[in-house]
DNA sequence: TTCTTATTTTACCGATTAGCTAATTAGCCA
DNA sequence: TGGCTAATTAGCTAATCGGTAAAATAAGAA
């Protein structure tokens, strides 16, 4: 599979959505991420594999411990694909605008 | 399912972004949406199902055929989403900047 | 060595998905 | 009515996914 949808797909699920913003905060342990969730640690430990497969985890060990570390980099690669459309929600805006517009201009016509 | 995992989810497929990619230059039916691929109709059909329901995509019926159009919105909800991050790959730049500085910077002294 | 902690691996289950073919719906035209 | 075109639905298979329990691995502590 290709990066983008290794990418999409790991973000495609609300418990590994929820790991990456724990891991803004700063870098945590397996057990320290599966702590607020009603998950079994081997289910963690998929997620995990899942996020490290799509580049957006790393892990570092030290004694038996895992380290696990965001890496943006493959959210910029998101941020970047996603930006390429983004004149089109701004022609959506500009089309809500002419539509105000419109109405505002509307309402002041039939004042008149 | 929430709409930012209906989305991702969408997006997790190369064939979908290729519609999406398609849709974005101009509307289209579903024939000729799926012109381009090596892929049946009803195959189509489902993707572009996936896609509405993501809210990705619309369509309007005219006689028997089907336009389809890109719906920028749900992508703008990616965009914000993925944006909240860009603080972490900005950091990690800086990093990369300051190891290059410093590599830089040990060239000039190695040479004095 | 044995115990304990941290984490992963394996094997399994039920649900979902992407693809197919065949059949069906829907709307146009003759 | 019947035939044509556009698209969807139904039903199938093989693969994948998210979860589990139980076993295995790895490393520090006693």
């Known amino acids: 599979m290709d990066q983008l949808s290794l990418t999409f797909h790991a973000l ?5 959505r ?5 891991l803004a ?8 991420l599966a702590e607020p969730f009603d998950l079994r640690l081997p289910t963690i430990s998929k997620h995990l594999k899942v996020l490290q497969e799509a580049s957006l985890v790393s892990q570092t060990r030290e004694a038996q411990r895992r380290h696990c570390h965001l890496e943006a980099k493959a959210l910029k690669e998101v941020a970047d694909w996603v930006w390429n459309y983004r004149t089109h929600w701004e022609e959506s805006f500009d089309r809500l605008d002419a539509f105000l517009s419109d109405i505002a201009a509307a309402g002041k016509a039939s004042k008149n």
Do not use: Y
């Open 18 to 22: 929820a790991i990456l913003m724990r």
């Open 12 to 16: 495609a699920d609300p418990t590994r």
């Open 25 to 32: 905060e700063s870098d945590a342990t397996v057990n320290e």
